[in-house]
């Protein structure tokens, strides 16, 4: 429980992180410094933000996501705090096993040496 419970923090962190900067990538202050490049370049001329889920590259009104249209920036931030989950459980996984591990050679060594002591 106490893992589960690293576990749900650790994903709601990083939720809040990945909030804050989606919040922040909305602003005009945001948009402005990262829409205009510092001199001259490919994206001169061009008007708005750049379209972050279509890169840097891809002009205003592009289609999004896939070939299909789907996906998008909240498929995305699904799709990565998918994988982030998948990597804290594995990791988990190994650390548990490891320390389980430990115990028991830890145990095994113990019992060994009080056998050694009686004999």
């Known amino acids: 429980m106490k893992t589960l419970g690293r ?28 829409g205009q490049p510092m001199g ?13 889920a279509n890169g840097q590259n891809a002009q205003p009104g592009e289609m ?11 498929g995305t931030v699904g799709r990565n705090l998918l994988e982030i989950a998948a990597i804290v459980v594995a990791v988990q996984l190994l650390w548990s096993i490891g320390r389980w591990l430990k115990r028991t050679v830890t145990s095994l060594t113990r019992r060994d040496r009080l056998n050694l002591s009686r004999s």
């Open 40 to 52: 001259g370049g490919e994206l001169e001329g061009r008007s708005g933000p750049p379209d972050f």
């Open 64 to 74: 999004r996501g896939g070939p299909d249209g789907s996906g998008g920036s909240w």
């Open 7 to 34: 576990i749900l923090i650790i994903l709601i962190t990083a939720l809040a992180v990945i909030g804050a900067t989606y919040a922040l990538s909305q602003t005009t202050v945001f948009s402005t410094v990262v």
